[in-house]
């Protein structure tokens, strides 16, 4: 358990590099001197880099690299000290990675910040900014830790970006109100003022971004108010149209509105008579207004309370299917469109007539567009089937593909409308097409999973047919009970043949793995009627196998008790071999319980020849070779001395055990006659020394649980001051614990844990108030595991706690007896018992500390 020790010297010696060409040389004398020179020095760096990497570089003392490692932080000199310590020094090593890898991380990040920047500017000299790359580029700088400089920047051109984005949507909404206005048939005054606006957002640096379908909407809204407002060219003088100022398609709107009062035609031949406000056409061509005077008009209508309702909902749906076309949702404003038709209302005012026409109008253009723009993605859908074919899909990804189109074609009707019927005609046709491939696979792979069934059938019903046949069998022999008698006495019946029997249940267990897929209807019927029939089939010739299994290894027993040296054992072990043989012919095992035991048969014949060579071919003359170099090794373990301190000793005295084992070992058989005698020799030197390493062993382990002992006498000290009103001072309790001994690794981790978690909860009142609880809870637990330590020990617990012994006794005994598990063992349970934070009182503190004398005098 001392090995490390051994081995720190050589480690901390080979860690120590050659002084560097003009670096100060470490003061000589003895090593403490030279560790207080050298930590004198890492003391005085102040900051100095080169120092400290000239003093890491030269220096023999692990503490004193690591102080001086402190002041190293540019990445030039971490990386020359991580090449020099890197496989010398894992303390500096790791604290030079760390703050190489921060150094990293950083240079990373603002790298990933100036493509960031750069990325941004890019985008704000292109033309044509979309915001999804603004939002790419905003989710890329998310991620990024840039610095304050870097980020500064970023935000100064992400807000040019914003004000691009905002120009842009300012644009497109100055658009959208125009064309709305335009579509209001404005005054000539109003239509220019909307045309030079027009021109204006047609020069604005944004243009790009407006749609061209908007662009087109608005040429083309700007030439039909344009033509519409153009006065009518007449050779005579103007008509009455233009001078009273009524548009065609007003006039022809109100001509809608307005009742007809007039007559019936006076005969076949005769003209209409125009109502008032209609254009009548003159034998010239020109068109005028009816002279006739106007009909006084009726008596304003008065609506019902129930007519103002209707029409108010009705005005609402209008509104609601306004606000459908504005966002784009087309089906719905379709919806919406269908309700109004179905609706009853009272009479409409011209406007409302007016504006429902213009929402109509509306929905009826873009339902074309709508229309015209499935068409072309149907046509896109069609001409994407045709071109599978020429993929080279797998059958299934072609099945998927075909299925999605479909899938595609079904949502466009939903969207724009039924397709034309010969469109229709021409997508089912190239689906039909080129799923044609698929649908021939999936139809061959039916009909392979057809025929594969037809094949498990047969194999169940050949196996039904074997289950017949071996019942016939086996009631022509006498019937089971007498076939498992005769087995039973080692002589197989003649009558039944449980080889052509394995045979055939091997076959049809192979065809049956052989057998491809079949249908999930068939494959779990005929799983359960081949395993039915295969379970029927196997049960005699299982039971039949394990009376062979155990006659094999009978026969085995027999020959590992033959004696090698009786002059009748060959002629034995031959009589075996061929009875093993005529069992292996009558009924063949499973190949892996056969190999097994013929593995073991033969083993045990093989060992039966080699015993008998070794005792034939034995010389007298080795044997007094190999006692006479026993006797060697046994003088030489007599007249060992070592000298040093006990480590040495104990390092010396394990390696002359190990060499003389070894030597021993390899020394060989000795006469029977001096070979007790020589045994009992090195025995008895072999025990001296043991004895001697053992006594060591004991007192080092007196001072290593002293040592853990006291160190826990300070964990637990620090855990009542924490529980208490005390104030903690970590420096203190830090020293308290520099100025005891060292530890073995796991305990001196596990011990400083607890130390440390009780010096950092003592930093924080909250968290000291839940650790002193925590302290408190586990009081009881550390006295359970006090008691099961002193049960394993053997150590009295005292009056007050033999109830609580005698219940933990059968605890332990009913956990060892269910587990059936090794317990763990006494260290470790010490050491678990050291790692749990809780109060003790002075009897539990005595009562550990028995332990640990315990564990020092038995030297564990």
């Known amino acids: 358990m001392f090995e490390f020790l051994f081995k720190q010297p050589a480690s901390q010696a080979s860690v120590a590099g050659q002084p560097s060409p003009g670096g100060s040389q470490a003061p000589l004398g003895t090593p403490a ?39 190293v932080v540019s990445q030039d000199a971490l990386e020359k000290v991580q090449q020099a310590v890197r496989n010398s020094d894992r303390r500096v090593a790791k604290l030079v990675q760390g703050r190489l890898d921060a150094i990293r991380h950083v240079q990373a990040e603002q790298k990933q910040a100036q493509a960031c920047i750069a990325l941004a500017q890019r985008l704000l000299a292109d033309e044509k900014l979309t915001p999804n790359l603004v939002a790419d580029l905003d989710r890329q700088w998310k991620v990024v830790d840039a610095a304050p400089s870097a980020a500064a920047e970023f935000t100064h051109v992400r807000e040019a970006l914003a004000e691009r984005l905002e120009a842009q949507v300012s644009l497109q909404r100055a658009m959208i109100d125009a064309l709305a ?45 344009r033509a519409a407002q153009q006065p009518v060219a ?27 009062d007039a007559g019936p035609a006076p005969g076949a031949g005769a003209a209409p008579v125009p109502t008032h406000g209609e254009a009548v056409t003159h034998a010239d061509g020109h068109e005028a207004l009816a002279a006739r005077p106007p009909r006084p008009p009726k008596e304003k209508h008065k609506p019902s309370p129930a007519e103002q309702e209707a029409n108010r909902h009705f005005m609402d749906l209008v509104e609601a299917m306004e606000a459908a076309l504005a966002q784009g949702q087309l089906h719905i404003a379709a919806e919406h469109d269908k309700t109004l038709k179905e609706s009853k209302t009272g009479r409409l005012s011209p406007a409302q007539a007016e504006r429902v026409a213009h929402v109509r109008a509306d929905l009826k253009r873009l339902s074309d567009w709508a ?9 896109e859908l069609v001409h994407a089937v045709e071109s599978l074919p020429a993929e080279g899909l797998g059958m299934s990804e072609l099945a998927k593909k075909v299925g999605s189109m479909r899938e595609r074609w079904k949502a466009l009707d939903g969207v724009s409308g039924a397709a034309p019927k010969s469109l229709w005609e021409k997508f089912d046709a190239a689906c039909t097409a080129a799923y044609a491939p698929a649908a021939a696979h999936f139809k061959q792979l039916a009909d392979e999973r057809h025929a594969n069934a037809a094949k ?45 029997l394995a045979s055939s249940t091997q076959r049809l267990r192979q065809a049956w793995s052989r057998l491809g897929t079949i249908d999930r209807k068939d494959k779990k019927r005929l799983d359960a009627a081949f ?48 009875s093993w043989q005529g069992h292996a012919r009558a009924l063949p095992l499973e190949r892996k319980t056969e190999q097994a035991l013929w593995q073991k048969f033969r083993a045990a014949c093989d060992q039966i020849f080699a015993r008998r060579k070794e005792h034939a071919h034995a010389a007298d003359h080795e044997r007094k070779a190999h006692l006479h170099a026993r006797e060697a090794i046994c003088a030489s373990l007599e007249s060992a001395a070592f000298e040093g301190d006990d480590k040495a000793v104990l390092a010396a005295i394990g390696k002359a055990l190990k060499e003389a084992a070894a030597a021993w070992h390899a020394s060989g058989v000795v006469p029977r006659a001096s070979e007790q005698k020589i045994d009992q020799r090195y025995r008895a030197a072999v025990g001296a020394l043991q004895s001697q390493a053992d006594a060591i062993r004991k007192r080092a382990g007196a001072a290593q649980a002293n040592a853990l002992r006291e160190k826990l006498r300070l964990v637990q000290a620090l855990e009542s001051a924490l529980a208490g009103s005390d104030e903690i001072g970590s420096a203190d309790w830090n020293s308290r614990w520099q100025a005891l001994a060292a530890l073995p690794a796991e305990q001196e981790r596990t011990l400083r844990t607890r130390f440390d ?36 020990a053997g150590i009295d617990s005292g009056a007050e706690f033999a109830k609580d012994r005698l219940k933990m006794q059968v605890e332990v005994l009913q956990s060892s007896l269910k587990s059936g598990q090794k317990p763990a063992s006494h260290a470790a349970q010490l050491l678990a018992l050291c790692a749990m934070p809780a109060l003790v009182d002075a009897r539990t503190a005595s009562r550990i500390e028995q332990l640990f004398r315990k564990t020092g005098a038995e030297g564990k």
Request: hydrophobic content about 45%; overall charge negative; aromatic content about 2%.
């Open 234 to 260: 007449s050779p005579a003088a103007p008509a009455p149209a233009a001078a009273v100022g009524v548009e065609p398609n007003r006039a022809k709107g109100a001509a809608a509105s307005a009742v007809d």
């Open 757 to 792: 978690a009780a010096l950092k909860a003592g930093e924080d009142s909250a968290a000291r108030a839940a650790y002193a609880a925590q302290l408190e809870t586990n009081r009881q637990r550390l006295l359970s595991e006090v008691l099961r330590l002193e049960i394993a």
């Open 33 to 71: 001197e030279r560790r207080a020179a050298q930590a004198e020095l890492a003391r005085n760096l102040a900051g100095d880099e080169a120092a400290a990497v000239e003093l890491i570089l030269n220096s023999e003392f692990a503490d004193v690299r690591l102080a001086a490692a402190e002041h």
């Open 456 to 500: 498990a059938q047969q194999l169940v019903d050949e196996a039904n047919a074997l289950i017949a046949r071996d019942s016939a069998q086996l009631e022509a022999a006498g019937g089971a009970q007498v076939d498992r008698e005769e087995s039973a006495s080692g002589n197989l019946p003649h009558t039944h043949d449980w080889r052509t």
């Open 181 to 225: 206005a335009l579509r209001q048939h404005p005054d000539p005054v109003e239509l220019e003022r909307l045309a030079s606006e027009h021109a204006a957002h047609l020069a604005s640096p944004e243009r790009g971004s407006l749609p061209r379908h908007l662009l087109n909407d608005f040429n083309a809204a700007l030439a039909a108010e």
């Open 531 to 578: 395993s039915k029939a295969m379970d029927a089939l196997m049960a005699p010739l299982d039971s039949q196998r394990k009376i062979e299994v155990a006659r094999r290894e009978q026969l085995i027993e027999e020959v590992g008790k033959l004696n090698p040296l009786d002059r009748h054992t060959i002629d034995t072990l031959r009589r075996l071999q061929e």
């Open 371 to 379: 229309r015209w723009g499935g068409n072309i993605s149907r046509e």
